[in-house]
T-cell receptor, first 113, second 112 residues
Framework: NAGVTQTPKFQVLKTGQSMTLQCAQD?????MYWYRQDPGMGLRLIYY???????DKGEVPNGYNVSRLNKREFSLRLESAAPSQTSVYFC????????????FGPGTRLTVT | AQSVTQPDIHITVSEGASLELRCNYS??????LFWYVQSPGQGLQLLLK??????LVQGIKGFEAEFKRSQSSFNLRKPSVHWSDAAEYFC??????????FGRGTSLIVHP
């Protein structure tokens, strides 16, 4: 059972480059989330999708866009990467928004130089 | 608005000793509360959760947590720590929006 998968695991970008982080879940969950984790800052919510067809901003959405491609997939796009976006990015899913357990992917470590 | 505070950035314990990790939340009503664990290089895994009912919650790996409304706390405990418990621990609170807010984490170091 794969759970939540993320690709790539590691990525190095130059300032101004763009990229898309992919996330997929096989648990038939309705809700999906993107977090970033920085040292001493815990996890901060970037965007979430409460259900297929909806997306909402979280705490730190600037510089990011998301697409809920279908029920399984939720991608995060950096249009013009900046060094401040160097972080570890986690995708998560849950049956319903918030109230239930979240299942996390293994993370993508992104470095922007 | 909801918020959560984990006052301890690092905690060091000896193997076999007891453990208590502190978590304080801010929310006007009774929230949903969670503890997650993150091993190095891994994603987060749920240890336990509190939604309602019994204020002492049992979780996986021998952990428990107690919800104390009067103190706005949800502290995580384990009677005897194993070396494999060394990890980062996150408390999370979900209030009216039902989207969890995470604390900054507590890093647990276990000495042999």
């Amino acid at each position: 059972n794969a759970g939540v998968t993320q690709t790539p695991k590691f990525q190095v970008l130059k300032t101004g480059q763009s990229m898309t982080l992919q996330c997929a879940q096989d648990m038939n969950h309705n809700s999906m989330y993107w977090y970033r984790q920085d040292p001493g800052m815990g996890l901060r919510l970037i965007y979430y999708s409460a259900s297929e067809g909806t997306t909402d901003k979280g705490e730190v959405p600037n510089g990011y866009n998301v697409s809920r491609l279908n029920k399984r997939e939720f991608s995060l796009r950096l249009e013009s990467a900046a060094p401040s976006q160097t972080s570890v990015y986690f995708c998560a899913s849950s049956e319903q928004a918030g109230a239930g357990e979240q299942y996390f992917g293994p993370g993508t470590r992104l470095t922007v130089t | 608005a909801q918020s959560v505070t984990q006052p301890d950035i690092h905690i060091t314990v000896s193997e076999g000793a007891s453990l208590e990790l502190r978590c304080n939340y801010s929310y006007g009503a009774t929230p949903y509360l969670f503890w997650y664990v993150q091993s190095p290089g891994q994603g987060l895994q749920l240890l336990l959760k509190y939604f309602s009912g019994d204020t002492l919650v049992q979780g996986i790996k021998g952990f428990e947590a107690e919800f104390k409304r009067s103190q706005s706390s949800f502290n995580l405990r384990k009677p005897s720590v194993h070396w494999s418990d060394a990890a980062e621990y996150f408390c999370a609170v979900a209030g009216g929006s039902y989207i969890p807010t995470f604390g900054r984490g507590t890093s647990l170091i276990v000495h042999p």
